[in-house]
């Protein structure tokens, strides 16, 4: 008897921790998404573009043609680091793009993405980093958004992801609802002085600031951290957008939330000194821990939630995989409200509810396979997902 209560309690404890920290995070955001400040202390300084760069033959060239038609409000230069492509890329750099503000630097061996972050940031001359991906197309005007937010106090300011092929299948549809539930989190978390990342297609960050091991594996998440463990402020630039494509199917998808699994247990481990610590306000006590801890603790406690119900089912009988099912109902109707409440203050009321059940369905299914990656033992690489490379942009 003893164990049955065990059990039950273990699967109720986490599945309202489940229920509670999602939901509630996002009501208390909420209340702060349309509450920003004006920066009345602009700065203006000259830019280092950094783009890395992995096999993106296809594509390299409308890169650096995109980046260099880009409004600069001052002098920049535009270093592409090869991290040892096996096909053309570092070929067509050198044939293709001829002015003396692109530069080159073409690394020996693959060594990953924060490797090749700090190979460029040596070789950047000036004090301000415009960190993009290759395959990321960026607004003309998309500098001076970053720069109204820079005032003395800003350690980085990143942009908005806008899903290119968002209307190619579900998953992309999902994804593309996903990543505008993430907008209007960044906006609240912007405005409470919390927002824990930057993004790596567009993120403009003091040069300084850029210092990130070689073995990192989430390294936008890496490099916000970062920036609020100097006290620096991380801001959210809504109209800075960056075109970005996503993996159309959901093996590919599995694949990255794996990865980022494993990046945030990485994270847990390398600032647990920032969690829960009020010296850094609301980002340390409520934003870090929601984000970095509870992204490894979700798919602990629906794996807990899972085998103590079917345990329960095979000692006490089949009544309690019906509890199971319900269990997992009233965790897709949380899902499902915790993208309404935000979705609802800039939507009518059709599109929240589409968006919300986009979500609803694609996280419920990513969690299961992030239950799954938790007995995965290869380390993941800075891999490209084949759906991410496209030359097909006019």
């Known amino acids: 008897m003893m164990i049955n209560e065990i059990l039950i309690g273990l699967g109720i404890l986490s599945f309202a921790m489940l229920v509670t920290v999602h939901l509630g995070f996002s009501v208390l955001l909420s209340f702060f998404l349309n509450k920003s400040k004006e920066n009345s202390e602009k700065i203006i300084l000259d830019i280092s573009v950094i783009i890395p760069a992995y096999n993106e033959e296809k594509i390299i060239s409308k890169k650096i043609q995109n980046t260099l038609e880009i409004n600069f409000p001052s002098d920049f230069e535009v270093i592409v680091v090869d991290d040892g492509s096996t096909d053309n890329t570092a070929q067509i750099v050198k044939d293709s793009v001829q002015d003396e503000k692109v530069k080159l630097i073409k690394k020996g061996e693959r060594e990953g993405k924060a490797s090749v972050i700090m190979e460029g940031v040596k070789e950047a001359n000036y004090d301000l980093v415009l960190l993009t991906d290759a395959d990321a197309v960026l607004e003309k005007d998309c500098i001076n958004y970053l720069l109204e937010k820079f005032g003395k106090n800003v350690g980085a300011v990143t942009g908005r992801m806008i899903i290119d092929n968002q209307n190619e299948n579900f998953v992309t549809r999902a994804e593309g609802s996903l990543w505008e539930y993430a907008d209007l989190v960044c906006r609240a978390e912007s405005n409470l002085d919390s ?171 990513l969690q299961f396979y992030r239950v799954y990656s938790l007995f995965q033992e290869k380390k993941p690489a800075w891999d490209r997902l084949e759906s991410t490379i496209y030359d097909d942009r006019d």
């Open 195 to 365: 927002l824990p990342r930057v993004f790596g297609p567009i993120s403009l960050i003091r040069k300084e600031l850029v210092k990130i091991p070689k073995d990192t594996l989430l390294d936008d998440m890496e490099l916000g951290i970062r920036v609020r463990e100097r006290n620096l402020k991380v801001v959210y630039a809504p109209d800075a957008r960056a075109y970005i494509r996503v993996p159309q199917s959901l093996g590919d998808q599995t694949k990255l939330r794996s990865r980022y699994f494993k990046a945030y247990l990485q994270l847990t481990k390398r600032y647990r000194k920032l969690l829960f610590n009020p010296a850094y306000g609301f980002f340390g006590i409520i934003t870090l821990p929601r984000h970095v801890l509870f992204e490894v603790l979700s798919p602990i406690l629906l794996a807990i939630v899972t085998l103590s119900f079917i345990i329960l089912w095979i000692i006490e009988g089949p009544n309690f995989i019906i509890y199971l099912i319900l269990v997992y109902l009233l965790m897709a109707v949380s899902v499902f409200f915790m993208g309404f409440v935000l979705f609802i203050k800039e939507k009518n009321l059709k599109n929240s509810i589409i968006d919300s059940l986009n979500i609803t369905l694609f996280v419920i299914a």
